[in-house]
């Protein structure tokens, strides 16, 4: 196979946040969307260890871009923000969709 064969544009995929917390403190399941392919730059730093302000800085900045509505525009921008819970389980099931 050729590698330009897997070439493609990025698609987006839902992911839903439905474990029994979010759907207590909820009321219901909550889903938003991630592109299927990022960047390889945001792997690249999201494999550095979190060492210091500026990593964690950086980090965070690839999570408010890879949380999306479904129009694949960031969530969290402007003055927006998602509560803590809500966006460490996007996160966390951000990077378990990338993984696969």
Known sequence: MNITDLAAEPKLVEI???????????GDSI???VW???PIEYYLQLSKRAE????????TN????????NEGNPVMRENKILPSDV???????VMEQLGK
């Open 87 to 93: 966006s460490l389980k996007a996160f966390t099931a």
């Open 62 to 69: 690839i999570a408010k871009t890879m949380i999306l509505d």
């Open 52 to 59: 210091g302000a500026d990593q964690i800085d950086a980090i």
């Open 31 to 33: 889903s938003f969307w």
């Open 36 to 38: 299927d392919r990022q």
């Open 16 to 26: 839903t946040l439905k474990d029994e917390d979010i759907v207590a403190k909820y």
